[in-house]
């Protein structure tokens, strides 16, 4: 259907088998703490670089022209410490950090604002914040206890994984969580 609209997002997808079980590991801990959590699904976990949200069909076609346009590196990126957003008073999304590959990740983000902007989609007003989302907090249950737990995981490291592409996914929401199609794969070049 030519006026259907596509629930989209670029990212990153998360290929280490080694960083996920610390992943799955992690989650089991917040789910302990008795926190009013949803935790992502693992093999829905990424790095999301830009949600584009409900878009056109032809959109979509002119972002993958763009997108075969952008040249980067393949890279490492290390994921390190657990943290919230937006506050430990106030968390509502349960994250890890991203260190090394960070800068690259934030250039990529950043070369893909310019080529959304050719095709006049509203910039991104929050901007580009490195990180993994592991979980969604739905209510304040047990919140000190969870605030205590990720204060603890500051610091934890999960391991890295080898960036050498970017995906453009379709979202398809259904009532047992969503569930991600690639529409588009932009390699990176070898280091």
Do not use: C
Request: proline fraction near 4%.
């Amino acid at each position: 259907m030519p006026n259907e609209l596509i629930r989209s997002f670029v990212a990153v997808d998360l290929s280490n088998d080694h960083v996920l079980q610390n992943i799955i590991e992690t989650q089991q801990m917040l789910s302990r703490t008795g926190g009013d959590l949803k935790l992502v699904e693992p093999q829905n976990i990424h790095i999301t670089l830009r949600f584009l949200g409900e878009i056109r069909q032809e959109l979509v076609q002119e972002i993958i022209e763009q997108m075969k346009e952008i040249r980067f590196s393949a890279f490492k990126a290390e994921f390190r410490g657990l943290g919230v957003f937006p506050s430990l008073n106030r968390p509502r999304v349960v994250w890890i950090g991203i260190e090394q590959g960070a800068e690259k990740l934030a250039g990529i983000f950043e070369t893909l604002e310019q080529r959304l902007r050719t095709l006049r989609v509203e910039p991104d007003r929050r901007g580009f914040t490195p990180h993994l989302t592991i979980a969604r907090v739905r209510s304040g249950r047990n919140r000190d206890e969870l605030a205590r737990l990720v204060s603890e995981m500051q610091d934890k490291e999960f391991g890295s994984i080898n960036v050498n592409s970017v995906r453009l996914k379709k979202s398809t929401l259904t009532p047992s969580g969503p569930m991600y199609t690639d529409l588009y794969e932009l390699q990176g070049t070898s280091a």
